[in-house]
Structures are given as structure tokens and as C-alpha cells.
């Protein structure tokens, strides 16, 4: 079957750094999405990883291992703007994504 | 970036009624346009996958003849609940763009439907 798993809720201190871990199983991989989502609004797309290693983007960063089905965001110098969900996305082998209940992210100042 | 936009972005209506939703993508043309739905602190629910000039693609489980989807030109989709009830009450909200490749869903507003 397909499936992500992430921790479901991790708090964080303002001006610090957060890693959230996913690890995937899918049928086929065609790239991996991070998405953002705060409360009551809709997902907006972060980042997109395909080959392992690092993709840096300002403030948040995204690695991939394809071999051991694992992907994390990392985010710098947190703000308390960052408070949201993070869902990661691995795109199968018919391109869908594949969607889990993603981490619920909580800064604190 | 690339924009979707969602309407209306809140409905609340009586049982028995039916809702349409529209999903246009403002700035590229969308072969292929997504339904989701989300309940509350759960994850995204895939419904259908829209196709410009064809058919939708439903998921299991989702019937078709509730949710009615059109997608007429490659800039406009719209998803029907018809004859809304109390457990339809949900947030949906559609996505455009993705497909093959590095390209990402970018999604519109949502749409937060309240059946009474």
C-alpha cells in the first residue's frame, strides 16, 4: 500500500530550527512535494525534491533519500508566521500525490 | 506564481439544496484540475480528478452523482454537491497544475460548505 508517515504535532522556539522527518512508501516515486497549510486555509506549495540530496529555498530547506523512502524539511530562524501544517506529498507512479495529515507545527516565542 | 482562484469561499445553506463551486486557474491553461475534501484535522481527501473535455475521474468511494464535475474549459472546473445534507459539510478545495514532472498543484482558497 501507499503511505507517509509524519509526527503528528511538534513545538519549536521563535528564532530556532525545526526538522520535520517524513518516510514514504509509494507505488512508483516521481518526486516529492512539501506543502504549507495554515489553519483554515489551503495548502500552498514549499518545495519539490526529486534527486537526493538538498534543496535550498531562503529559510526552508528540503533533503530526499529515494533509497530509504525519506524526506525532511528543515526550517531556520523561525517566525512565529511559521505556526501551520506541513504536509509532505510523494508523487506516484501515475503522478498522483499522496497526501498523509501532515505535521502540525506550534512556535512559541 | 501560478494562481488559483476558488468561489465563493463560504456557503451555509439549508439541507436538500445544491451547491456549485468554481475552480479557475487565472493565469495558465489546466488540462487537469483536482477535488479535494478536508475535514477537520485530517488529511486531504483526493474526490476527483478533472479532466478538460472528458469526464471526471473518481475516487473510491466518492459517488458521482452527488458531486457533479464540469470541466468545460482549460481554465474552469466546477464541482456540484447536489442536494446537499448536514454530513457534506466541509471544506473542499481544488487544486490546478501538477501533472507530469516538477510542476506543483497550486491550489485555490477553498471553499468552507455548511449544511444546515
Known amino acids: 500500500g501507499q503511505n507517509i508517515d509524519q509526527p503528528t504535532e511538534m513545538t519549536a522556539t521563535e528564532g530556532a530550527i525545526v526538522q520535520i522527518n517524513c518516510t514514504y512508501q509509494?507505488?512508483?516515486?516521481?518526486?516529492l512535494f512539501w506543502y504549507q497549510q495554515h489553519a483554515g486555509e489551503a495548502p500552498t506549495f514549499l518545495s519539490y525534491n526529486v534527486l537526493d540530496g538538498l534543496e535550498e529555498k531562503g529559510r526552508f530547506s528540503s533533503f530526499l533519500s529515494r533509497s530509504k523512502g525519506y524526506s525532511y524539511l528543515l526550517l531556520k530562524e523561525l517566525q512565529m508566521k511559521d505556526s501551520a501544517s506541513y504536509l509532505c506529498a510523494p508523487s506516484d507512479s501515475n503522478y498522483q500525490l499522496i497526501w498523509g495529515a501532515g505535521t502540525k507545527l506550534i512556535i512559541k516565542p | 506564481g501560478a494562481v488559483v482562484s476558488q468561489h465563493p469561499s463560504w456557503v451555509i445553506c439549508k439541507s436538500g439544496t445544491s451547491v456549485k463551486i468554481e475552480c479557475r486557474s487565472l493565469d495558465f491553461q489546466a488540462t487537469t484540475m483536482f477535488w479535494y475534501r478536508q475535514f477537520p484535522k485530517q488529511s486531504l481527501m483526493l474526490m476527483a480528478t478533472s479532466n478538460e473535455g472528458s469526464k471526471a475521474t473518481y475516487e473510491q468511494g466518492v459517488e458521482k452523482d452527488k458531486f457533479l464535475i464540469n470541466h468545460a474549459s482549460l481554465t474552469l472546473s466546477t464541482l456540484t454537491v447536489t442536494s446537499a445534507h448536514p454530513e457534506d459539510s466541509s471544506f473542499y478545495i481544488c487544486?490546478?497544475?501538477?501533472?507530469?514532472?516538477?510542476?506543483?498543484?497550486?491550489f485555490g482558497d477553498g471553499t468552507r460548505l455548511s449544511i444546515l
Open positions: 509509494t507505488s512508483g516515486f516521481n518526486g
Open positions: 487544486s490546478a497544475g501538477g501533472g507530469q514532472g516538477s510542476q506543483p498543484q497550486h
